[in-house]
């Protein structure tokens, strides 16, 4: 079946660290990709997507890009802040279903 | 657009109470779903519905009701409450098209004594 696979966290950076967050999957056909991130006593929010592979997903200075030859979706970002701790959450889903397909999440902490 | 909403934020109930968490969007998606979050676990859905009157169960939906009588409302009931469902209940909904991005309430915080 459909799956998704994170790296464990937590994972701790100082501030101004480059940040990699790996994040594989398993589908049968195309799925479309989504990172979700989760502040502190928050819901989840979409933080970008991509939906056909090569497509590149930016903001708020992350980057990820759908790689269908390993089936990849690394979270990137060049230089973390302190406000960037939170838990990211990648995910997928198929066109021909509602459902969202979730990894595990990754803590991530940024220290000063 | 309030986009998602949830009430209450916190509960808490005792073994054996029963009670209706509440949500609502306002964005007219057709597809609306119930998440319980718990340490180290991630995301599990509970059950579904891909528009007003259709339900389905997800991964773990013993102890639940759903109805979907409107558009815009999901509520979530719990029937005889355990302390296992002690968790952070999210909402979620989504226009139903691809790609299937989804919009999160605030989430219920459910203690079950």
């Known amino acids: 079946g459909n799956s998704v696979t994170q790296m464990e966290g937590p994972v701790t950076l100082s501030e101004e660290a480059f940040l990699t967050i790996n994040c594989t999957y398993t589908a049968t056909g195309y799925p479309s990709l989504f990172w979700y991130v989760q502040y502190p006593g928050e819901g989840l929010q979409l933080l970008l997507k991509a939906t056909k592979a090569d497509d590149k997903g930016s903001n708020k200075g992350f980057e990820a890009t759908y790689r269908k030859e390993t089936t990849s979706f690394h979270l990137e970002k060049g230089s973390v802040q302190v406000s960037d701790s939170a838990v990211y959450f990648c995910a997928l889903s198929m066109d021909s279903n509602y459902q969202l397909i979730w990894g595990a999440g990754t803590k991530l902490i940024i220290k000063p | 657009n309030a986009g998602v909403t949830q009430t209450p934020k916190f509960q808490v109930l005792k073994t054996g109470q029963s009670m209706t968490l509440q949500c609502a969007q306002d964005?007219?998606?057709?597809?609306m779903s119930w998440y319980r979050q718990d340490p180290g676990m991630g995301l599990r859905l509970i059950h579904y519905?891909?528009?007003?009157?259709?339900?389905d169960q997800g991964e773990v939906p013993n102890g639940y009701n759903v109805s979907r009588s409107t558009t815009e409302d999901f509520p979530l009931r719990l029937l005889s409450a355990a302390p296992s469902q002690t968790s952070v209940y999210f909402c979620?909904?989504?226009?139903?098209?691809?790609?299937?991005?989804?919009?999160f309430g605030p989430g219920t915080r459910l203690t079950v004594l």
């Open positions: 979620a909904s989504s226009y139903g098209g691809a790609p299937n991005e989804q919009f």
């Open positions: 964005m007219n998606h057709e597809y």
């Open positions: 519905s891909v528009g007003a009157g259709i339900t």
